[in-house]
Nanobody, 115 residues
Framework: QVVLVESGGGLVQPGGSLRLSCAAS????????MGWYRQAPGKQRELVAE???????NYADSVKGRFTISRDDAKNTVYLQMNSVKPEDTAVYFC?????????WGQGTQVTVSS
């Protein structure tokens, strides 16, 4: 079993920055993919960014150039640096870890972009 604990959500003004963190614990392996998804009201959950254990990254077109995903394997933690945020980035952000052929999810953290 893998447990994911997210932190860092909140209210931010348009154009501002926010950093999300997600710490993994439990039965984790070296070979995995960690990522961030988001779900806005009335919409489906969508991939925001993901990073492999080898460091390869993938971003949604809507966040390219604004968001950066990174990981610290010594802390089993993945980060999402969100810059130049827009109102349309408002959503619940979920941490995901694909490990040993299973998907694990965090509880979600609310990000609200508003003036």
């Amino acid at each position: 079993q893998v447990v994911l604990v997210e932190s860092g959500g909140g209210l931010v003004q348009p154009g501002g920055s926010l950093r999300l963190s997600c710490a993994a614990s439990g039965s984790i392996s070296r070979f995995n993919v960690m990522g961030w998804y988001r779900q806005a009201p009335g919409k489906q959950r969508e991939l925001v960014a993901e990073i492999t254990s080898g460091g390869s990254t993938n971003y949604a077109d809507s966040v390219k150039g604004r968001f950066t995903i990174s990981r610290d394997d010594a802390k089993n933690t993945v980060y999402l640096q969100m810059n130049s945020v827009k109102p349309e980035d408002t959503a619940v952000y979920f941490c995901n870890r694909f490990d040993r052929d299973r998907d694990y999810w965090g509880q979600g953290t609310q990000v609200t972009v508003s003036s």
